[in-house]
């Protein structure tokens, strides 16, 4: 079977559309259907793209380049190019992908498509039309006041006025009438806020009407509703969302790991309760025509009453997203979920999707799990129940698949970032006809826990070892839960044994075990004893094979200023390190005097202090006076997170701090040259010369190979988390263009690479972090990263595209998997070399 798979869109939620698209594409191909993916672009304009084009990419590299590189197509092309293939899934979240225009589109033109036909989409997509609609039959609504931006400033207050004295509230939530992802949505305490938080809504352009709704008081979810082979409706286990320490969920909650929420599925609620949002949700399914699939926002008020306040046509398909979650409790892996949603589709235009049947078998070819597995961990330790349908085992050319551990988590401030690594690198591996993944996160005190595939789809750390301490009632509660569901959906029963609990172990239990098995560990971790050598050198005692460098290198990178040391050692003018003063977090008292001597031996007071050993941007921050470092130091000794926007002059947006991190360093702030992209144009300003750039580096056998430059693009001074490793927000120009770094400085950035790498001795692989001068032809080095972000849409990922030929992520993993193998087999002919010169003498 052929797919179009369409992503983008105009709205500011087309970056959530493409890592949807890129999950879709990820646990669709290995079924054997070919996907072909299409980017909508702001105006509305479609363009057939490659499978590497589609992972190489965020949404403003796509408008920019594609609209100096390629031709869109006109509307009866992209119709004649998806009536090529069997079905259309449409992966375009907020306007034109949820309200209806492309399925209007495709209907006008009889094209099969997976979802909900137009007319449903446009009652649901408008929250005040669907609540009106909800409201005219009877069903339990909030009430609402709609303001339009053609309203003026005195009517849109009246309006806001009125509604509070009307409604008796003090507090009210204001968003966009249509849009999804939880973009513009915040809280009001006053009909003056509540306007000003409308006026917020068109000024950033999330839509021309805003809705203002009482606060609710109670508990929010969210529910899946999917659609068996014979119509009916089955509502999966909803998930509760629990807020800490915050009033709204908003789009950072949802889509970047946050200590400030945690789900939980199941809920929190009793049985009977959970019945009713079900029934309901299934109520509300069929109300609107929905079809194939959707997802349902509501509250269980304080009071015992359901109220359904948001409805998602496409529900977003990140690799943790609630669809995925949800489909994993009920023994589904990501392909399965995506299959049965595609294949019934498929069905109800008489389209024929031969695939083996759902249900209990084990683990299959290219890596496609049986539904058991979902709950089971994929590991030889534990085994999967019998299936009545089992496919052939791995193992590329008849050789047993390599057992591959991959670990992450950690304590570090960086633990969310690895976690979304390392959850991205397991699921890629599976389906690898050469590797058995099975994930693994390290908690507090050398703990480390082996995760059931559902277990490990949980938002942040600290909620998968929350899980893990409750996993027997969990277990408990999906026994009961469960076969209901599955017998509903037209599935099978899940084996006996299929409700494991995770496995706690220690690490020297870890490392026995992988040592038995002649596993390989993919270390996903990021900062601290993870990349710092510190587990390494526990591995290299075990002989274990593992990715990325070796103790000495990872100590030597992971320290910032011993980086420095090692450039400057090379006396190479055109290679160099920014100045380092260094201090300590509990300094605080000495701010003053540190400041003074930082200005003067950095000869600048524009000054950036960073954590001398932690990276992903926890901690970094520009300072102009020693108020400010005094301001930086106290929030460290008083154990604060995070520093809310604003606390700094050069702040607007609030800073994750490193939570253990004592060593930190002062170096000069760099001005860098203006660069950003406005709608489809870039823009480049000429101040210093310097750009910021990061270069990947691949490593074999002592060659060194430096993968194509990117321009990191920041809104603020420096580069955000969310630019980092948020799908759909930063933008990265790889490789830059040529107008702004011509194609021989391209080749002197690589050689500088390589022999920074070199000097490190870096192994396997890293990403490099420099400032460019293209005046001086000077390199500065930033830091080196041993273990490099692998999240869905991390930069090393577009470099690694942009070879020729392209390395696409799965095969860039498995070419990791290959060096540390490599490493391993050196260092055993060493050994037995060793071993054979001692029995000589």
Known sequence: MRISLICGGPSAERGISLNSARSAMDHLTPLGWEIVPFYCDLERHFYRLSPSQLYSNTPSDFDFKLAHTAQPLTE?????????????????????????????????????????????????????????????????????????????????????????????????????????????????????????????????????????????????????????????????????????????????????????????????????????????????????????????????????????????????????????????????????TLRYIVAHAAERYGIKAPLPPLGGRGVGVRGEVGVCESLVPPHPRIKCGAGSNPLPPRGGRGNPPTNIRVLFGGTTAER??????????????????????????????????????????????????????????????????????????????????????????????????????????????????GEDGTLQAKFDSYGLAYNGSAPAASHVCMDKSATGDVLRALNDPLLTSAGKVLLTAGQGGRAEAIWADAVQKLKTADILIKPQADGCSAGVVRLQSAQELKLYLQALAQGQTMLPAGTLAHQPMMIELPEQADAFMLEPFIVTDAIYISGLHLTHTPRTGWIELTVGVLEEKGVYHALSPSITVAKGHVLSLEEKFQGGTGVNLTPPPADIISGEQIDLIKSKIEKTANALGIEGYARIDIFFNTRSNQTMVIEANTLPGLTPSTVIYHQSLAETPPLAPREFLAKLVEFGRERQARGLEETRSVAQAVREL
């Open 416 to 529: 969310q970032v690895s976690l979304m690594s390392g959850t991205n690198v397991w699921l890629k591996l599976l389906h690898s006809a050469d590797y058995m993944p099975a994930p693994y996160i390290l908690a507090p005190e050398h703990e480390i826990w082996q995760l059931p595939y559902s277990f490990t789809l949980n938002h942040t750390v600290e909620e998968i070892l929350a899980r893990c301490a409750e996993s027997e009632n969990i277990v408990a509660r999906l026994k009961v839960l469960v076969p209901p569901l599955r017998q509903r959906l037209g599935l099978p029963p899940l084996p006996a044994n299929a409700f494991i609990q995770p496995r706690r172990m220690s690490l020297d239990q870890f490392c026995r075990e992988s040592a038995d098995e002649n596993a390989f560990v993919f270390i996903a971790l990021h900062g601290g004893e």
């Open 76 to 336: 009866s092309e992209f119709i004649a190019a998806c009536r090529e293939t069997d079905l259309v899934f449409p992966a375009i979240h907020g306007a034109f992908g949820e309200d209806g225009q492309l399925q209007e589109l495709l209907e006008a033109h009889d094209i099969p498509f997976v979802g909900s036909p137009a007319a449903a989409c446009r009652l649901m997509f408008d929250k005040a039309i669907a609540n009106t609609h909800m409201a005219q039959h009877g069903f339990a609504t909030l009430p609402n006041c709609r303001i339009d931006e053609s309203d003026a400033p005195d009517v849109r207050l009246k309006k806001a006025s009125d509604f509070f004295a009307r409604t008796h509230i003090d507090k009210a939530v204001v968003k966009p009438s249509a849009g999804g992802s939880s973009l513009g949505v915040a809280s009001a305490v006053t009909p003056q806020e509540a306007a000003a938080r409308a006026e917020d809504i068109f000024a950033q352009k999330h839509g021309a009407q805003a809705l203002i709704e009482p606060y609710c008081q109670g508990r929010e979810f969210t529910v899946v509703v999917l659609q068996n082979k014979k119509g009916e409706l089955v509502a999966l286990i909803p998930t509760e969302i629990d807020l800490i320490g915050g009033d709204l969920f908003t789009f950072r909650h949802k889509y970047l790991p946050t200590c400030h929420v945690e789900y939980h599925c199941p809920p929190r609620f009793a049985d009977d309760v959970i019945a009713r949002i079900q029934k309901a949700a299934e109520v509300l399914f069929t109300f609107f025509d929905m079809r194939d699939f959707s997802r349902l926002d509501g509250w269980l008020l304080d009071d015992g009453r359901l109220i359904f306040s948001d409805f998602n046509p496409i529900s977003g398909m990140e690799q943790n997203s609630y669809l995925f979650i949800q489909g994993s409790r009920i023994g589904f892996t990501h392909g399965d």
